[in-house]
């Protein structure tokens, strides 16, 4: 079965590592904040202007002043700091981010990502995420493998508008852990029950299968 959105951030937690500061794009990522592995120190920032951010609250916690970049209500951990934007964004321009999850509307072979407009469409705006693929090396997309009718969102070339270019290497969608290398999405682990034909027939770039390609696991 395809995973759940919980499932997905779970799976995108397991890259976080010790000491690490890590962006949380709206949508799918910011759930990646609840599973952050125990044993490990990291700083999650949002370009609000929040370093240090926490699990979401529960309603003895909630407080709607307490915010990140997709105006949800958030936890502060011991230690954050609490600034404005334009600090925000000069930790992001000047590559201080060491990982940065966003999601995606499409993503091809080339390492593009289009993430913030549907023409014909109403969408919340650019945000952070041009500011984002430009200033960190390290980027995860985690996204829906397809649209709601099934057309595949792993494309040979983004149809839609940039948010930038040649900037990711690794995804993780519903069905499958992939890496870009050489034009070419590389499938590295299947989400568990997914076969392997269901990966291909829902990737409509090109996709290198390895003879061995193992299901996910979840801590």
């Known amino acids: ?4 959105r919980e499932q997905m951030a779970q799976r995108v937690a397991q890259e976080l590592q010790d000491g690490y500061y890590v962006n949380l794009g709206i949508g799918i990522p910011t ?21 240090g951010m926490g699990e979401f609250p529960t309603e003895a916690e909630l407080d709607a002043d307490m915010i990140n970049a997709g105006k949800q209500t958030v936890t502060a951990r011991p230690g954050a700091s609490i600034f404005d934007s334009a600090e925000s964004f000069a ?9 940065t999850v966003l999601g995606a509307f499409e993503v091809d072979v080339e390492g593009n990502i289009a993430s913030w407009m549907i023409p014909g ?11 984002l693929v430009a200033g960190a090396e390290n980027i995860i997309a985690l996204m829906t493998h ?11 070339r983004c149809t839609l508008p940039l948010t930038g270019a040649g900037c990711i290497r690794r995804v993780l969608t519903d069905l499958a852990y992939l890496e870009i290398e050489n034009g070419a999405f590389v499938l590295k ?13 829902r990737t409509a770039g090109e996709l290198v299968v390895p003879e061995h390609v193992p299901e996910m696991r979840f801590v």
């Open 189 to 201: 682990e299947r989400a568990p029950g997914v076969s392997i034909e269901e990966i291909v027939a």
């Open 91 to 99: 930790m992001i321009r000047g590559g201080h981010v060491d990982l």
């Open 31 to 51: 759930l990646v904040a609840n599973y952050v592995p125990e044993g490990i120190d990291v700083m999650l920032q949002s370009e609000n202007g929040l370093l």
């Open 121 to 131: 469409k109403l969408v919340k705006g650019m945000g952070g995420a041009m500011d």
């Open 146 to 156: 397809a649209s709601r009718d099934g057309e595949s969102k792993l494309l040979p």
């Open 1 to 4: 079965m395809a995973l759940t």
